[in-house]
């Protein structure tokens, strides 16, 4: 799944539904939804959380809707470009 130009590679469809995310050849992101909870980790798990939401109900593990994956599979690849922004910046300051 492509969004805002981030590929979005679903490896697990089960409970928990996880995705690694890529731009280009690039590992940019891990996203999980797993007991409830969805979170984006930058570059990939463990790293930092840059994206958390919080479904009622703890037991969820995947979404209910195409619908729902999509926006927040959308807000989840404009966390990341934000981050890779920040991070180009920071990188480019750092040279000048």
């Given at each position: 799944?492509?969004?805002?130009?981030?590929?979005?590679?679903?490896?697990c469809?089960?409970?928990?539904?996880?995705?690694?995310?890529?731009?280009?050849?690039?590992?940019?992101?891990?996203?999980?939804?797993?007991?409830g909870?969805?979170?984006?980790?930058?570059?990939?798990?463990?790293?930092?959380?840059?994206?958390?939401?919080?479904?009622?109900?703890?037991?969820?593990?995947?979404?209910?809707?195409?619908?729902?994956?999509d926006?927040?599979?959308?807000?989840?690849?404009?966390?990341?470009?934000?981050?890779?922004?920040?991070?180009?910046?920071?990188?480019?300051?750092?040279?000048?």
């Open positions: 799944m492509n969004f805002n130009g981030l590929i979005f590679e679903l490896t469809g089960a409970c928990p539904e996880q995705y690694d995310v890529y731009k280009g050849d690039l590992l940019v992101g891990y996203v999980r939804l797993r007991w909870g969805l979170r984006c980790d930058y570059p990939d798990v463990g790293g930092e959380t840059i994206y958390i939401h919080d479904f009622d109900g703890g037991l969820k593990g995947c979404f209910d809707s195409d619908e729902e994956r926006f927040h599979l959308t807000e989840i690849s404009k966390a990341l470009i934000g981050k890779l922004e920040r991070e180009l910046a920071d990188a480019t300051s750092r040279i000048e």
